[in-house]
């Protein structure tokens, strides 16, 4: 799907809406460009495209297919760019990655967005809006996008960062929680993420050094500022990494304590209970002796016998008792 | 066992069946080159063919003993590259590696396919049909081969995933399995995928910037394509790595909680028979003492004297029941 | 707002309070240069300043949003460069980061403070006392304000030091605590302090080796003596990285220790008692077998039946405690 | 003690027994040069060839003490080489490590061999069977020598793999071992073994490139062999070391698990125990009941009142029986 | 505090005591350098020395604080090292560094001592008797003082050696010990040797390839040895660093095995006590029954019926024995 194709002349666009084959003949104007940008196009549109701008075999191939790594292939006197987006998705807390890949010649641009890529058409008002960018040409073009893909990277390290938080919060509170699979879950989504970025500095570099053909050397300092904004994601996703190691074994101290813990108290208790059943066990013991069927046991004519035996029961169980009490067993 | 064996000239294949001997000497036809496919030849066979074309030593050494690591050799004007073939064998999960010995020289391919790497027959038709690249002469077929090989790996990385995918649900299910033995298997597979396939990178390079003799620059493009989607596969392995380290971690973490509840259940059992036996203690002490034979006991001549005891009994009993429930013991 | 604003001439400082638009004039006077030192500055201030100078948007949008990785860009004739300062406070045993953002012109230094970086007055002061290296103009202000935030790191590092030693007590000490969290927390802080210093090493590089543009290569040394201090503190926190990592380990273990060493000794208890409960349930049997009711029990006539009956049951009670004993039960 | 000491001429070994003193003279004549192997030599020996070839007095003191890791010096127009020998003892699956020492001069090879370092009778044999090598001069014995070494590496590879499946098989095998130790001792076995091979490449890389002065560039090739087969060693090496951290992880668990299924049969064996107890108890009570004294008991002067008070109890049993086995208690 | 000061001329040191004065003008003789020793200097003597030399700012402030990593800094005609001294302490196991300052100009060396770093007399006497490699000037100095610096690293690694083979012994040992603080301490310590070492690699490599502007090309073979002994030591640390994580992780698995151990035992007892209750509580039960007053009880009156009950008690006595010891639980 074509979402919007328009020409571009002396840092200003030219009005009025375009189809394809009058931008195709405006991009060979003299200080002009034409911008496409495509949306998961279809192969009668692409191969249209493809033909009028005589796009490398190869490229052509991986935008179609996408799935590829962040990279900038130089063909000739074209650019071939893969970028991966990245977007935070709240409702599950997971990454969503897209792609958008940029075919960048003399004269056009053309943008071909993978479906959870967000929409190029901020980006579009926004360059519009400084023409002494865009008289650079298309990789004013190109910067615009970097530019936006990359700082569409920070709220997902924000995202990122407030998961590993709560996960702190839960695997060091005390009520007993296990957020292992959270831990490992988050653990993979960071090395995906790194995966989507840390490939992308090395074009950033070599845009910013000026090493890129058809890429002005004033526009350097534009390209170096985004790759430090990219060395910044990339550095804390690294840190995230090793924080997560991190926590996943902080985690199983905390799990092992917090289940010793239950433990321990099933243990006192057990001791508790044992403990009662002995005590009751002596006064049954001297029971039993006293209801024993001799014939001659003197204790059981004397007048106080009863009460003798019952006295000697309560003293062994309150002796008893506070050997316990003394021993911390009851 | 020769395969195939035949001779292109500017790009096309001649037609009709060639022996050997026909084709060393179509080999020095100008525009021309032949491609030689053996499968585990015996030394006659090869013998001929290192005599013919002049083979270095070392590498028809290493070609017949294998077990090699993934390199690409350039002897005056001739190449030596070993590929490591890779399959993922889907009946039990594993990864089976191949190995392939090219031998490139101006005007030769010598193809030497150990067991179980797959046959190149299809890669010889695909480039069959591409006369513009065949054009370029024996590194078309390096590239041919190089990208089938390459290409090979996705459906090993694919695999894999899905290992891990199911360990994943293995390690977090709450069904008590261990599947450290798996885990660990699969950490050995990606360790030996890593070997097979990261040291190509380097060879890679070389070739898509060019700087292999006899292989035409126009050629680099077509190289570095096939470089970037080893990247793929290696930063995949590589992520590979780092979460199988975690998943072990936690999958320690997770028996520790498994095996525990058990444990917590068996104790919690004993904690409850224990507290029926104290409760029954309790009656058969009381009973034990009015079974005692004493003279004077007057308790047992009331005419109510059994039902109060048999009441103290119960009502021992019922105290005791309640707060052994209020402690959760019961 | 504006904290100092002073213009310094062959080495010296000029006297007398100065307005910004005066600070504007004398700056392009010959072996002359302005210091601005503007703390949290509004807009307006901010614009002034940019206008006069001719910051580059880039730089001035890093200096108001903040939040940049250190580092040190080059703009045509001018310098930006970005400083995480650090503190370190005793009171809840954190690391605090600041940022300072200086823009250094062949005739000014505008230094932009945020919030909770230290003040650069003593810094002032202490560069105003070496006129021999004010002489080599704004550098030499680069130089006074890198080396003071350098030389602040190692208080962050001695606190950290102080930290971890307590860790360590805490682990080693048999008192049952649980450091966990504490040690995560410090692994943390430790992750974003090498954050904030180690890419500063490959500004001060380049300044050390005299490639940056502007700086007097006579400078080249002192850059080199704040880059060895930065090498240092880098390297201690690496240490401290894998020192945490180490001590979460040996924590578990210690952990795993002491709550295994409260659970034998619960065990060694429910023992006891056990022990205990078995030795009373002899005497408890044979009272039992002599209060049957049978006819014919010749023990029962006997004269010496109770007195032989006790002794049986007070042997059994020996017997079997001497055998717990040797058995270490009780 | 002097092995072999022998003259080549033109890459044939000049026949009979050579002295010393005739070695020296013999290795200034034209395309000649002189070969000795020495066998931890004595002080007298080693002076006498020190002073005839001038080695550098720090290569002598090194080739005397031994324990130096692997090197190759080069001194004005001589070559000082370190190597490592390594051997897998089958009998203790241990690894023994040797020294070679090369001091290679323009005219001479002298070979040290420390003590556990095999005889290098067999490399002579070999390299004299190719004279196209031996005209390479000594760096033909260098290259023979070298490629010994690193070939009798694959040996050691083999047995510490042997070892690791071993390894693995008993902590994957429900026999309740506990390979700890076995897995400490290879991991240390592993990084000695790195810590002789790695050093080694950087030498190679060297020789590879002809940057060595006086081997020839036409030896390039053969270098590059040796150091592909050394590459491959020290990958599988370093796969080794990530394997047993992974494999002492796994071992952990597979302890932990073990034990606890222990622990939990020794738990249900308690409950199983204590559960009988507890069904004891209830006749032992309800006997109890009957037992006692009082004169106005109805149920004692009943008829059926003896085998009530039975059936009673049995029902009690028999209840509680099932209901301990509906538990999964018995 | 002085130690010694001595002119070196031609090789020879000039006899006689030297005051600094009369070392000053002599170090500006011809082929004469002076060496100078210090011992924790205080400010008066040094501020002698530093202006007699014109030592550079930077590294006078160094070489009073001290506590700087190894290093060698060029400062236009001289040098500045910083060396990193270390003593394995038999006492208590530990390691003491020490630090020594060289500042080396074309006709002096001056050496500062820090407290815990050896004399270098030896050092003096050593390089005295080499006339040979005196006449190189300041930079023999140099090396003889590098050499034994780094000579005495090698009976730390002794230490550090043996003291890992101690926590081996404890840890595979059965006696049940737990030496995780030990294998921390050890970890601590080899953190702090490598940080001590490892940063002099880059000097050395400096000094061997004569970068180093002062040092004769002549003496880069002796730096080299220097290096190579060094890269020793750096490479046997890091092995050390990989040993002791792999230990404390062994720790843990055995520490956790020994414990099991104990609390299996426990266990064991436990079931032995409560089987032993078990069987004494049937003898109880039946004697209970047979305690019964009901009238009509017929075995009462059987004249074998005491007799029978006792029979029918042991019996059931020795089947339960019979039983529960043919469960293992006796």
Redesign the interface.
């Known amino acids: 799907m074509i979402i919007d194709c328009a020409v571009y002349e002396d840092g200003k666009r030219r009005p009025g809406e375009l189809a394809l084959e009058e931008a195709y003949e405006a991009a060979f104007a003299e200080h002009a460009f034409v911008w496409i940008g495509l949306y998961e196009p279809d192969e009668a549109e692409f191969d249209s495209v493809r033909r009028e701008f005589n796009l490398?075999e190869?490229a052509v191939e991986?935008a179609i297919i996408a799935h590829?790594?962040p990279?900038l292939?130089v063909?000739d006197d074209s650019l071939f760019v893969v970028l991966k987006t990245a977007r935070y998705i709240e409702a599950d807390d997971s990454v969503e990655f897209g792609e958008i890949m940029l075919f960048i010649g003399p004269q056009f641009v053309v943008a071909v967005r993978h479906k959870p890529a967000s929409a190029l058409g901020g980006v579009r008002r926004q360059i519009e809006s400084r023409p002494d960018l865009l008289r650079f040409g298309p990789a004013a073009v190109l910067y615009a996008i970097l530019d936006r893909v990359v700082d569409d990277y920070q709220p997902v390290i924000d995202g990122l960062d407030e998961d590993i938080k709560e996960v702190?919060t839960d695997?060091?509170s005390h009520e007993g929680g296990?957020p292992?699979?959270r831990?490992?879950q988050l653990?993979?989504e960071v090395?995906?993420f790194?995966?989507a970025t840390a490939?992308l500095t090395e074009p950033l570099d070599r845009l910013a050094q000026g090493l890129v053909p058809g890429v002005h050397g004033a526009m350097g300092?534009?390209f170096?500022?985004i790759r430090?904004h990219l060395?910044?994601v990339v550095?804390?996703v690294s840190?995230f990494?090793?924080?997560?190691?991190?926590?996943?074994?902080?985690?199983?101290?905390?799990?092992?304590?917090q289940?010793?813990e239950?433990?321990?108290r099933?243990?006192?208790?057990?001791?508790k209970?044992?403990?009662?059943?002995?005590i009751?066990?002596?006064?049954?013991?001297i029971?039993?002796?006293?209801?024993?069927?001799?014939?001659?046991?003197p204790?059981?004519?004397?007048?106080f016998?009863?009460p003798l035996?019952?006295s000697a029961?309560a003293v062994a169980c309150i002796v008893l008792y506070r050997a316990f009490r003394r021993?911390g067993?009851l």
Chains 1, 2, 3, 4, 5 share one sequence.
Request: overall charge negative; charged content about 25%; glycine content about 4%.
């Open positions: 490398h190869l991986d590829e790594r990279k292939e063909y702190e695997v060091f296990n292992a699979e831990i490992y653990k993979r090395i995906e790194h995966q490939p300092e534009y170096r500022d430090d060395l910044r550095e804390t840190g990494r090793e924080l997560l190691t991190s926590i996943l074994q902080a985690n199983l101290t905390q799990v092992a304590l289940q010793n239950v433990a321990m099933q243990n006192a208790d057990m001791r209970i044992s403990a009662w059943v002995a009751v066990a002596v006064p049954t013991m029971a039993g002796i006293y209801g024993m069927n001799f014939e001659y046991m204790e059981l004519t004397w007048t016998g009863y035996a019952l029961m021993n067993w």
